[in-house]
């Protein structure tokens, strides 16, 4: 082992961070399809996109055709203090598998809110705060996000309103104290302070919440009130965009030692850390100079790619965004509250859905007891304390590496581990407990839901 002349962890310099994002898009041969006003049924237009978000990054989703966006310097400053994260070889993990393949990931956990999600929230707070603005509004699931853009805009100075899914509400209390701390105002949702809210408790009382439904929240705040816009961490093309630092670092990182994945591999919620982590290896496969083998992994509870369909919906459970087209399990779709491990979105990304529908990605779902069966794995032998989510890479990176042992294939496999499970303690308590079980939605669930797809196209 010690003869290798790859190192544990791979660091690059400062001055080998990127200078500008990459954006995907502009490799495409056939675009993402754009936002549908649902009121028009027409493309969503600049000025539309305004009303709801800020200006810059309404230009960053439309764009389609720069290849690279300049990182602005207060950006890659404030990157310095987290990035570039470790880009690690799984000696440990390897040798444990007994397995020939040789494995990657590439750490986004090391920053106080655990997750890659602060990349894209100091961009978007940053082109907020540069627009003048008072304050942004957002959702947060397992409070990942929420805790991302309340650093960012502590940072910034800029107000930050969270609505936060009821159940993760109450059960991260202190991931809701960080936020806090932070300086943002964090409110459960659904609740009775926005109209979307109040209609959706008026459905269903007893309702736990979901993300669809905190962005109606989240936007409906925005709009209404002069100064603020609505930020998103994800699904989006502008949230790609940010998260392609990842992908950029890795490359820079596996070029230094010449080293080529066969296979890279990313768990999918909205698709943003994925869809980050690959870009730029997607570019290369785009311009045909070279192959490699993409990975989706999503929940077998809420399984947007593998099970859902390839339609225009609503990106929020209360229908006042854009619709988007994705693959979907339909935007009033709510995974099982016995589902722990997060990735809880009904939709995916427009540019995941498009390289999926071309086939150009693969995708797999992946029941939650195997996820945490690796996850704690995992943890034993590299010692890092996964987040659930990430640790639906770490399953399929195991599977892979395990199947490299029965054929003698040595392949090189790179997976995103997006974050750490801190605040995830209560889903490994139903694990270590032996409590923890699968929910799969029936085809029957499935088809209800479908059938409630706006009529488009
Ligand atoms: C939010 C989150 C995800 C999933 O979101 P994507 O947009 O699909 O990347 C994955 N891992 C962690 C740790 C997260 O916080």
């Known amino acids: 082992m010690t003869e290798n002349k790859i190192p544990y962890k791979i660091y690059l310099e400062e001055s080998e961070m990127p200078q500008a994002w990459y954006n995907v898009r502009a490799d495409m ?94 961009a978007q707070a940053y082109y907020a705060k540069n627009q003048g603005l008072k304050g942004v509004t957002t959702e947060t699931g397992a409070g990942q996000w929420g805790t991302a853009l309340a650093m960012a805009c502590g940072y910034l100075g800029l107000d930050c309103k969270v609505y936060m899914v009821k159940c993760s509400y109450e059960q991260k209390p202190f991931r809701r104290e960080v936020m806090r701390t932070y300086g943002a105002s964090v409110t459960p949702s659904p609740s009775m302070t926005t109209e979307a809210g109040r209609r959706i408790l008026a459905e269903d009382p007893e309702t736990t919440g979901s993300l669809g439904c905190a962005i109606s929240e989240a936007v409906e705040d925005a709009t209404s009130h002069e100064g603020y816009r609505y930020v998103l961490g994800s699904v989006l093309n502008q949230v790609l965009l940010h998260q392609s630092v990842i992908g950029l670092e890795c490359k820079t990182a596996l070029d230094k030692y010449g080293v080529v994945p066969d296979m890279i591999i990313g768990c999918a919620g909205g698709g943003s850390n994925l869809g980050g982590l690959i870009s730029p290896f997607m570019g290369e496969k785009l311009r045909g100079e070279r192959d490699y083998e993409f990975i989706a992994v999503e929940p077998a509870s809420c399984p947007s790619l593998t099970r859902g369909v390839f339609a225009y919906d609503f990106c929020d459970t209360g229908k006042v965004c854009p619709l988007a087209k994705m693959y979907t399990l339909g935007s009033g779709f709510i995974p099982s509250a016995n589902h722990a491990g997060g990735l809880r979105y009904h939709g995916m990304s ?100 479908f059938a409630k797809l706006p009529k488009i196209g």
């Open 29 to 122: 041969p056939v675009k993402p399809a754009p936002l549908l006003n649902p009121a028009t049924g027409k493309p969503c237009t600049a000025e539309e996109l305004g009303a709801v978000f800020c200006g810059e990054l309404v230009a960053q989703e439309l764009n389609d055709t720069d290849r690279y966006i300049p990182i602005p310097q207060e950006i890659r400053d404030f990157y310095k203090m987290y990035r570039p994260s470790p880009l690690v070889r799984a000696y440990c993990l390897e040798e444990k598998l007994d397995t020939p393949a040789k494995i990657y990931y590439k750490f986004e956990g090391n920053n106080t809110s655990g997750s890659h999600k602060l990349n894209s929230a100091i």
């Open 350 to 449: 427009p540019v995941l859905s498009e390289l999926y529908h071309e086939g150009l990605m693969e995708a797999r779902s992946v029941e939650q007891t195997k996820v945490f069966e690796a996850a704690e794995y995992f943890a034993r032998v590299e010692g890092i304390l996964p987040a659930p989510e990430s640790s639906h890479a770490i399953r399929v990176a195991i599977d892979e590496a395990i199947k490299c042992k029965e054929t003698g294939e040595e392949k090189t496999i790179l997976f995103g581990l997006t974050g750490t499970g801190y605040f995830d303690l209560y889903a490994y308590q139903k694990f270590n407990d032996g409590v923890m079980d699968d929910y799969i939605p029936t085809d029957e669930e499935l088809q209800a839901s």
